[in-house]
């Protein structure tokens, strides 16, 4: 079984900045890769960030240079860095890995508003 657990939402301004952590429970987070999701009102979820066990990067056309993907297999976590925030990043985003079947986070709210 594994758990994870975000944080670090919250309401921000246009062209700020927020970092989301995710933790993982048990010892094998460091043998899998760690996505960020994230679902806006009417929309479907889809996929933001992913790294791999290796640490190789990837991410949607829309984060890209914005957004960093990053993990701590010591501490369990994984992280994203999200700057030059837009509105349109408003959305709740969730943690995923996947080992024998698929783990969701519970989310975490993002909010880019004036």
């Known amino acids: 079984q594994v758990q994870l657990v975000e944080s670090g939402g919250g309401l921000v301004q246009p062209g700020g900045s927020l970092r989301l952590s995710c933790a993982a429970s048990g010892s094998i987070f460091s043998r899998y890769a760690m996505d960020w999701y994230r679902q806006a009102p009417g929309k479907q979820r889809g996929l933001v960030a992913t790294?791999?066990?290796?640490?190789?990067?990837n991410y949607a056309d829309s984060v890209k240079g914005r957004f960093t993907i990053s993990r701590d297999n010591a501490k369990n976590t994984v992280y994203l860095q999200m700057n030059s925030l837009k509105p349109e990043d408003t959305a709740v985003y969730y943690c995923h890995t996947t080992t024998t079947r698929n783990y969701w986070g519970q989310g975490t709210q993002v909010t880019v508003s004036s």
């Open positions: 790294i791999t066990s290796g640490g190789n990067t």
